[in-house]
């Protein structure tokens, strides 16, 4: 799988009869929703994808729900321009403020992380942790998910407002990572959790720091498995999975697209090709 910005001609123009071909639209913040990509890519290898990155707007998990559904309502109408089948809200914040409201609004499938987040910690323990975003975690969205599932298990969460900024400059690796990453799951720890759930989708990055100082029986839950799984299913129901060969991966940003490209290198296998889009004015420029 490879990513491309050079489109000529009507590589994306899919008519009516062929609905399947269209590309599936998947959003984030930053670099977080490449763990969702990642997932499609295993799961799903025929699709073709957009993949949007808000990154002049990141983090998101510190905005408030009225910045948070506008940045989301000119992502979904900018993503119908380019006439995808889907959309996967690949980020935990706009999944937990604004996936119903405009699930009401826009006449297009939409799938956010929490619910099937959710159905998977409940299958693998009663004790779960959720690190999130700030705005995530005052949202309550993952322990009412997950309680509405199963009222027996206990949940506790703890917003970490330091993982996303450390993720986009590259610093997993940095000690000063580990520290914070130490600091964010003591409440946890303390209170003995069998289950992890990465509530945002930047978080997987950080597995090899988060393993380091998790009990080894306490189990991970990474949302971007499970969501592409629903995808998968809804892509059946729908008739919309497509058998041919899948497109070339665009990669588009509302920021600086040489920092993202630089930033999502080590998770591709490669530099991608990225092009920059005002969403305010669709004005596309493009940067390889």
């Not at 995530?136 to 949940?155: C, F, G, H, R, W």
């Not at 759930?197 to 009990?215: E, K, N, Q, W």
């Not at 990669?251 to 530099?271: D, E, M």
Request: net charge negative; hydrophobic share 40%; charged share 15%.
């Amino acid at each position: 799988m490879y990513s491309s910005s050079i489109f000529e001609g009507n590589l994306y123009d899919f008519s009516d009869k062929e609905p399947q071909r269209a590309p599936i639209g998947v959003f984030d913040s930053g670099v977080g929703g490449l763990t969702v990509l990642r997932q499609i890519y295993r799961q799903l290898p025929n699709e073709s994808i957009i993949y949007f990155g808000d990154t002049a707007r990141l983090p998101y998990g510190i905005r408030s729900q009225a910045e948070i559904l506008q940045f989301v309502r000119e992502i979904l109408g900018w993503m119908q321009q380019q006439q995808v089948k889907m959309v996967v809200m690949a980020c935990n914040t706009s999944s937990a403020l604004a996936l119903e409201i405009v699930r009401q609004e826009f006449n297009i499938p939409i799938l956010g992380v929490i619910l099937p987040g959710a159905k998977a910690a409940v299958q693998q323990g009663k004790r779960i942790g959720v690190i999130a975003t700030p705005a995530t975690a005052k949202s309550n969205a993952y322990k009412q998910a997950i309680l509405e599932i199963d009222p027996e298990v206990q949940v506790w969460q703890v917003g970490c407002p330091e993982f996303v900024p450390l993720i986009e400059q590259n610093r997993i690796h940095d000690p000063y990572t580990t520290e914070v990453a130490r600091s964010y799951l003591e409440p946890l720890l303390q209170q003995e959790i069998d289950t992890l759930v990465y509530g945002c989708t930047h978080y997987p990055h950080l597995a090899p720091v988060l393993r380091s100082l998790l009990p080894s029986h306490v189990k991970l839950i990474d949302p971007a498995v499970h969501v592409t799984a629903a995808c998968d299913q809804d892509l059946a129901l729908l008739g919309l999975t497509n058998t041919h060969p899948p497109l070339p991966t665009r990669f588009v940003v509302s920021g600086c697209p040489q920092q993202f490209a630089q930033s999502a290198v080590q998770w591709l296998g490669h530099t991608p090709m990225v092009e920059v889009v005002d969403l305010n004015n669709t004005v596309v420029s493009q940067f390889s």
